[in-house]
């Protein structure tokens, strides 16, 4: 492949790949220490949002790194807050290390195990919605409809393994920690 095909094929992909993550508009008025301080407020790294402000560059405007920094720096006091570690680890976000204290990992780990077992919770919820209505088609099926003794037996050994697997299911969502505030959907 010759050089101008590779640049005209590095370019398209560069068109296709999407937009940049900051406009010309944010560009033009060049409120570096607000956008800074936005990009602290929801986590960005350093590094990151230096790739997203350096994307300027591309409109022959180059941006003012030392207000950056300062906005982001403020933006971090925002986001590494207690509360907003519990918040995100309870949403399931990933926690970035970015706020490097261990009442923040902490927080942010309470926030995900909770996250954690709801999600549990809703699986096993789900499953046993499921193992229910395969349970009421089995049985409806062995009592209505005329079947061979091989048809018979696998319906019975599909409904005693969808038994077995509804027994564990519930052993095992009465083994997980009560959260409060939740309302289980399954109740049987």
């Known amino acids: ?45 350093l590094s990151r949002g230096k790739d997203i402000i350096y994307e300027c560059l591309e409109y022959s ?49 309470q926030g995900y195990d909770r996250y954690t077992l709801t999600q549990r919770r809703y699986e096993i919820n789900s499953r046993l919605n499921a193992i229910d209505s395969q349970l009421k088609n089995i049985s409806y099926r062995l009592y209505t409809e005329e079947l061979d003794s091989s048809q018979r037996k696998e319906l019975l050994h599909q409904r005693h393994r969808l038994e077995h697997e509804q027994d564990d299911l519930r052993q095992e969502r009465a083994l997980l920690p009560v959260i409060p505030g939740s309302s289980p959907v399954y109740r049987r």
């Open 1 to 45: 492949m010759n050089r101008v095909s590779l640049t005209l094929g590095m370019a398209l992909i560069a068109l296709l790949s999407g937009c940049s993550s900051i406009s010309q508009q944010q560009c033009d008025r060049g409120d570096w220490f607000d956008i800074g301080f936005d990009h602290g407020r929801d986590g960005y790294s």
């Open 61 to 109: 405007i180059r941006p003012n790194l030392a207000d950056y920094q300062r906005g982001h720096k403020e933006g971090l006091k925002d986001y590494c807050q207690s509360e907003n570690a519990f918040q995100l680890g309870l949403r399931g976000e990933r926690y970035n290390g970015i706020c490097g204290t261990e009442e923040f990992r902490i927080a942010w780990q």
